[in-house]
């Protein structure tokens, strides 16, 4: 367990829809990044947050958007949902040390119809 | 930007050696690490290279060589368990006093009895 949790486990829904990934850091841990991981891909970088301020973007689509909170959790905020959008998609937290590890969730399953 | 190569499958066979190459193209680098990922399963952390040499982690080692922009993964004494994906992947500066990871696209690993 690493600490890190995410909810919800899977996700089911249809094209055309919103759907919000939560997740909450390991204590300690300010940074928060999500990913996505589709079938056979390796994890693409989505965006990260530091103490409530966003640090870094990477291959975010305009229709995806996040935020973190005051208590530091983190929600992924996906709409106007295709299919291609159904992935894996996981958050992980940080310890800032100098390597920086990240210590990832067990993910929730998107599945876009 | 950043790019990393791995190979996408190996096979070996219980209680053998494998190896897992990484080269990887970076505009700055800040160290190489590696994942492992179970089917369904989350990422976790296996090992960090920060400077070049060996790094050793019981019967897992990770080599670095910063001026060949090369790293290897080495499993010794290899179990059933130990069949899974491997990620390599570079810390980059993003910006802001931030670091991101960019990831390979992963090496799945089967181990055969």
């Known amino acids: 367990d690493s600490g890190v949790t995410q909810t919800p486990k899977h996700l089911i829904t249809a094209t055309g829809q919103r759907v919000t990934l939560r997740c909450s850091p390991r204590?300690?841990?300010?940074?928060v990044y999500w990913y996505q991981q589709s079938l056979d891909q390796g994890l693409q970088f989505l965006i990260q947050y530091y103490n409530g301020e966003e640090r870094a973007k990477g291959n975010i689509l305009e229709r995806f958007s996040a935020q973190q909170f005051p208590d530091l959790h983190s929600e992924l905020n996906l709409s106007s949902l295709e299919l291609g959008d159904s992935a894996l998609y996981f958050c992980?937290?940080?310890?800032?040390?100098?390597?920086?590890?990240?210590?990832f969730g067990p993910g929730t399953r998107l599945l876009v119809l | 930007g950043q790019s990393l190569e791995q190979p996408s499958e190996v096979t070996a066979v219980e209680g053998a050696i494998v190896q897992i190459n990484c080269t990887y193209q970076t505009s700055g680098f800040y160290g190489l690490s590696w994942y492992q990922q179970h089917d369904g399963g989350a990422p976790t952390f296996l090992s960090y290279?920060?400077?070049?040499g060996l790094e050793e982690t019981g019967r897992f080692s990770s080599f670095l060589s910063r001026s060949d922009s090369y790293g290897y993964l080495l499993l010794q004494e290899l179990q059933m368990k130990d069949s899974a994906s491997y990620f390599c992947a570079v810390r980059g500066y993003s910006g802001a006093g931030s670091y991101q990871l960019t990831f390979g696209k992963g090496t799945k690993l089967s181990v055969i009895p």
């Open positions: 290279n920060g400077l070049d």
């Open positions: 204590s300690g841990d300010l940074s």
């Open positions: 992980a937290s940080s310890d800032a040390g100098a390597r920086e590890t990240q210590y």
